[in-house]
């Protein structure tokens, strides 16, 4: 069972309409004592960027566009935009792995 502990350091994350300040929640879970900071689904880990301007890059890169004009065009660091496509296409295989099992999903409502 996770309890909020208290509040992780706040930081910046650019999101399409510019950035914003995000300060979240530490929890601690009461049987192993350990902390952990719980991000909205919006923010992917060690990302300093929604998911929405992720896709973005993504998206304009497939169009063929080079990193650095993606960065300039969005207003991101090159290097930034350069470490996100390489690792999709480092883990491009196991991504489209889980693409295939959800498109397989039968979802009725």
């Known amino acids: 069972m996770l309890i909020v502990w208290w509040c992780a350091r706040a930081r910046l994350v650019r999101g399409s309409e510019g950035s914003a300040r995000l300060r979240p929640p530490r929890v601690r879970c009461r049987d192993c004592k350990v902390t952990h900071v719980v991000l909205p689904a919006r923010v992917p880990a060690r990302c300093s960027a929604t998911a ?3 896709g973005q890059v993504l ?6 566009q080079g990193h650095r ?10 290097d930034t935009v350069r470490g996100w496509l390489r690792r999709v296409r480092a883990h491009a295989e196991k ?11 039968d979802i009725r409502a």
Do not use: F
Request: glycine share 14%; net charge neutral; hydrophobic share 60%.
């Open 59 to 64: 998206l304009t890169a497939a169009g063929g």
């Open 69 to 78: 004009g993606i960065a300039a065009s969005l207003g991101l660091a090159a």
């Open 95 to 105: 991504l489209r792995a889980v693409d295939e099992r959800i498109a397989r999903l």
């Open 52 to 54: 929405e301007v992720v």
